[in-house]
Each structure stands twice: as structure tokens, then as C-alpha cells.
């Protein structure tokens, strides 16, 4: 197995799964609390700051995953890449298509119709980052209850039994 691609899907999707729940059930819920005088400003602070965190790892998850594509995860299902790479398609086409337009119509004012298509399209993120995050986490307790296999012993230097005339 590719480690170092394995720790790079950990080290993205872990974060990532952890990051879209706390805006399912936190942060969204609370745009519908800020009220019209300042939601503006706290959407425009909230976008700048989410995107910084979110983005790279989304990049980084992108390229771990595709280089799975191509290289066989090793003794994984071979459903396995191809199910986490469309796990991060589901991610990236809701973040494009859903997303980002409500995102774009709430830049202004809080609008009621844009913020529920907002958190009831955001829980197919919710759904692929948990499932990545659970297949990964499965995959890597497999790979660690594998037995390793041991590095050969030090023997003393004394002849062994079988070795003498």
C-alpha cells in the first residue's frame, strides 16, 4: 500500500469530516441568527476565512485520490479508490453547484430561500466526508491489525549446534 498516499487522504479527509459537520450543525444554523444589519459582514468573514482552510485540503484530498486511481490501493477492494474518488467528485460538484451559488446570492443580505438550499444541500458533503473519513479509518484498522513481518533476529557469533563437525 502507498502510505503516503493513504496519510495524505487521512490528513485531508479527517479535517474535512470534522470541519462539515461543525458547519452543518454550528456555524449554518447560526446565519439564520445574526440578523440583517450585520450578516453581510459576517458572511463576507465567514467566506474569507472558511476558504483559506477548506481549500487546500480539498486540493490536497483531489490529488491523493486521483493518484489512488492509478495506482491500486493494495489489498483494499477494488471498489475502494474508485468509491473514494467519487466520494470527493460528490464533494467538489455540491461545493460548484450548490454551494457556492447560495454562498454567491447571500453575499449581500440574508435571504431565507438560498440559506435552506445552503444547509439541505450541504448534508451530500456532510454524507461523502463521513463516508471517506469511515472507509479510510477502516481501511488504515485493517492495514494496522496486519501482522508486520519481523526483522530478522541478532544471533549470538557462537557456532549453533548444527554448524560443528
Known amino acids: 500500500m502507498n502510505r503516503a498516499l493513504l496519510l495524505a487522504q487521512l490528513a485531508t479527509t479527517l479535517p474535512l469530516a470534522g470541519l462539515i459537520w461543525t458547519i452543518q450543525v454550528v456555524h449554518y444554523p447560526l446565519f439564520a441568527r445574526v440578523g440583517a444589519s450585520g450578516f453581510a459582514a459576517y458572511h463576507a468573514a465567514h467566506a474569507q476565512r ?33 468509491a473514494m474518488a467519487a466520494l470527493v467528485g460528490v464533494a467538489w460538484v455540491t461545493t460548484a453547484c450548490w454551494s457556492v451559488p447560495a454562498h454567491t446570492h ?30 479510510l479509518l477502516g481501511l488504515t484498522a485493517r492495514e494496522l491489525a496486519r501482522p508486520t513481518p519481523h526483522a530478522s533476529t541478532v544471533t549470538d557469533a557462537s557456532p549453533r549446534a548444527s554448524d560443528r563437525p
Do not use: C, K
Request: glycine share 2%; no cysteine.
Open 50 to 82: 472558511i476558504t483559506w482552510l477548506v481549500a487546500p485540503l480539498m486540493l490536497v484530498e483531489l490529488a491523493a485520490a486521483l493518484a489512488w486511481l492509478r495506482e491500486p490501493v493494495a489489498r483494499a477492494p477494488s471498489w475502494f479508490a474508485p
Open 106 to 135: 447571500l453575499e449581500h443580505a440574508f435571504d431565507r430561500g438560498a440559506y435552506d438550499q445552503l444547509v439541505a444541500t450541504n448534508w451530500a458533503r456532510t454524507a461523502a466526508w463521513t463516508l471517506r473519513a469511515a472507509l
